[in-house]
């Protein structure tokens, strides 16, 4: 016994990681007679198809996630609610035998599978690549797509069609899901609501009692594009993601039958949407990824890993000026220095008097004169615009709120409505400017969160029950225009899957009013923080060159090189982490020996870019008592590893520290240098770490590089 469960140890430790090789899992669709089958090698998802079709497993690496059937979705139309395939009869919840599949039962009354095809994922919106991305991003994502056609059933709304649409991807444990609801009758019909995932998984914890502590659900992560009013997924997603109680479920460990173990995807409220005799409704889509371990690390790696597949855009990174100012012969300066330095970008910030929503002749042609000015330099110009705190007059434009009555009580006070005369105005002109500027960026500030408007807006919007979707549909069909248009997103909110670029790494804004030396330790610790859910490229972080929220000549970097330990403490926290930070002021440089010490770091950041903007294994969070850091890691490309290193303290330290290296993909050796000196070849250990004694400099950093 004792050398069978060894040998099982040694052969997991062999095989392959999708996290350092995604090469074997490639997605395939299998048929047979009464099934058919999505699978990578990583999960699989399995349905019957007769009587109905149903999701009998889902497995990942062979443990099942699934224990009992349901229906494929819902849709409620006209006010009646049908299922979508399913099948019933399973005498126990808590498993799905296989000896129970060939006496499980149709509703005759859900809709009725009647084909089934299949194909290649196809691109949500088009990627339009105009800046620097990782080297191996790629668009569409390779994979497969399976297809179920469905007809209403007995007694069913004649002439409506449900197609469900499936995505496996290669290389991940990831599966997407949207439905889309077809009209070939003679009349409008109205989809009230929908779910278009039910499925029955594995309790993620076990309680006899319900108290305290909300109980946690399965150990997948569940992701959507109709996402916002969140910093983080969970936050975001919370419109369309719910973990329900399953009732019927009466062998569940809960003696109240309270454990949140059955997921449904659909709307909270609506989508109330019309759908016209040839017309067709599309629904959100979702991503279901199953992890296979509960270590934060490893979830987060693969986390990560899906949002460079399924928005690879994030990978973008410009550095990028916040330019205190809307003079163009001041803005054309900020263009030499962006230059001189290597600087990538400007945003036009806040405060800075820029009006994008200035459509004139003469304005706009004035911009365009200064964008041209920029792109010849190389250096991309963008702007601010705020959007949802807004207050807009007459009150007849802002959302009314469905429970005060009023424009009071939205989520940043009062709201724009998107589906207004001014909110479709406002549309028009950001359409408009872009191409007639060449500008390629919006920081767009305060989207749309997720608020709710009482008031009709014909003809887009007949009320509260379909305002959510439609104002979601505005916004994110202009972020999908923006990203098939070159132009870089900056917004603060989850829209990433609907081709936004960055949001804030995740600071408390005030802060940067705190003594600058504080602010340097704070800086590290949201970073650090930051990347557990979001690769580095994700977040923004921020560098206040002139002062921000208060604290005066304590708290600000002006004059730039009277403090510049500090500016260059700011570089080197966000440059060796892979982030970008949005450096807020008049100028970049304000001496030569700023000037050079700026060119410098960026110098040093483009030489290491496609490795720093590659993904992290944190290894010490800034405590302004130790050394602090993190490992870069990219088992494809040359350089394997770059681990970088902080001292906060006031004297110059000597440490040996642990490199955990298995995400670099090496196993045996590696090559090790300091601050890319004298490389070393290294025995890693059986774990695959390796222990290197580094010094670094008093409040300074160092860095190792690894090699093969």
């Not at 979705?73 to 808590?94: E, I, W």
């Not at 007059?393 to 802002?398: A, K, L, Q, T, V």
């Amino acid at each position: 016994m004792l050398a069978t469960a060894i040998a099982s140890v040694v052969m997991t430790s062999g095989s392959p990681d999708f996290l350092l090789d995604p090469r074997p899992f490639t997605a395939r669709v299998t048929r047979s007679e009464r099934e058919v089958a999505v699978d990578n090698g990583l999960i699989r998802r399995v349905w019957r198809t007769a009587p109905n079709l149903a999701t009998v497993a889902l497995d990942r690496e062979g443990v099942s996630l699934l224990r009992a059937v349901g229906p494929e979705a819902t849709v409620t139309l006209d006010g009646k609610t049908y299922a979508v395939g399913g099948l019933s009869g399973q005498p126990n919840r808590a498993f799905l035998s296989k000896t129970w599949l060939d006496g499980l039962l149709a509703d005759p009354a859900a809709f009725q599978l009647i084909g089934v095809s299949e194909g290649p994922i196809q691109e949500r919106f088009a990627w339009k690549r105009v800046r620097h991305a990782a080297p191996d991003a790629q668009w569409p994502p390779k994979g497969k797509e399976l297809i179920f056609e469905f007809r209403a059933g007995v007694n069913g709304p004649q002439g409506i069609g449900v197609r469900v649409c499936v995505e496996i991807y290669d290389g991940l444990p990831l599966i997407g899901k949207r439905i889309e609801v077809g009209n070939q009758g003679t009349q409008p019909v109205t989809l009230d609501s929908y779910r278009s995932e039910v499925l029955s998984l594995v309790e993620g914890e076990s309680r006899v009692e319900h108290r305290g502590m909300p109980m946690q659900p399965p150990n997948v992560h569940v992701e959507t594009d109709y996402a916002f009013g969140g910093d983080q997924a969970a936050n975001a997603n919370r419109w369309m993601v719910h973990w329900e109680e399953e009732p019927e479920y009466q062998t569940q460990v809960s003696y109240l039958l309270k454990t949140p173990c059955k997921l449904e995807v659909g709307p909270k409220v609506g989508p109330a949407q019309t759908i016209a005799p040839g017309g067709t409704f599309v629904s959100h889509r979702t991503w279901l990824l199953a992890f296979d371990s509960s270590e934060d690390e490893r979830q987060g790696l693969t986390l990560r890993k899906m949002y460079r597949t399924l928005a690879p855009w994030v990978t973008e990174n410009p550095l990028m000026l916040h330019l205190l100012s809307s003079d163009p012969d001041t803005v054309k300066r900020a263009v030499d220095q962006c230059k001189s330095v290597g600087f990538e970008m400007i945003i036009l910030s806040f405060g800075s008097g820029f009006d994008m929503e200035n459509n004139t002749a003469e304005y706009l042609a004035k911009w365009k004169d200064v964008t041209d000015y920029a792109r010849a330099n190389g250096v991309e110009i963008g702007a601010y615009s705020l959007l949802a705190s807004r207050r807009i007059s007459p009150d007849s434009d802002n959302a009314i709120h469905p429970e005060t009555n009023t424009p009071e009580g939205q989520t940043f006070g009062t709201a724009p409505a998107l589906a207004s005369v001014w909110g479709q105005n406002y549309f028009d002109k950001l359409y408009a400017f872009f191409p007639r500027t060449g500008f390629s960026l919006l920081e767009h500030d305060g989207s749309y969160p997720g608020d709710f408007d009482a008031a009709p807006r014909p003809p887009l919007q007949k009320g509260y029950e379909d305002s959510q979707w439609v104002q979601w549909r505005i916004i994110a069909n202009f972020y999908r225009w923006c990203r098939s248009n070159g132009v870089y997103l900056n917004v603060p909110d989850w829209y990433f899957l609907n081709g936004s670029n960055k949001t804030a790494m995740g600071y408390r804004e005030t802060n940067w009013s705190l003594p600058r030396a504080q602010q340097v330790i704070h800086a590290r610790q949201n970073i650090y923080d930051g990347t557990w859910r979001k690769t580095p490229t994700m977040g923004w972080m921020f560098v206040p060159l002139s002062q921000y929220h208060g604290g005066g000549a304590a708290a600000t970097i002006e004059p730039l090189d009277e403090n510049l330990p500090t500016y260059e403490a700011h570089i080197a926290n966000c440059l060796g982490m892979g982030v970008q930070a949005c450096y807020r002021g008049p100028r970049l440089y304000d001496t030569d020996r700023t000037r050079d010490a700026v060119k410098k770091w960026v110098d040093w950041f483009k030489k290491y870019r496609d490795i720093l903007e590659s993904d992290i294994v944190h290894l010490r969070r800034a405590d302004a008592r130790d050394w602090d850091g993190a490992l870069h890691v990219a088992p494809h490309l040359p350089i394997r590893g770059m681990a970088v290193f902080y001292n906060p303290l006031e004297e110059p330290i000597e440490r040996t520290i642990r490199l955990p290296l298995y995400y670099t993909g090496l196993n045996t050796t590696a090559t090790i240098a300091i601050e890319d000196k004298k490389p070393k070849r290294v025995r890693l250990a059986r774990d695959d770490s390796v222990t290197l004694t580094v010094k670094i400099p008093a409040q300074g950093m160092t860095w190792a590089v690894i090699r093969p």
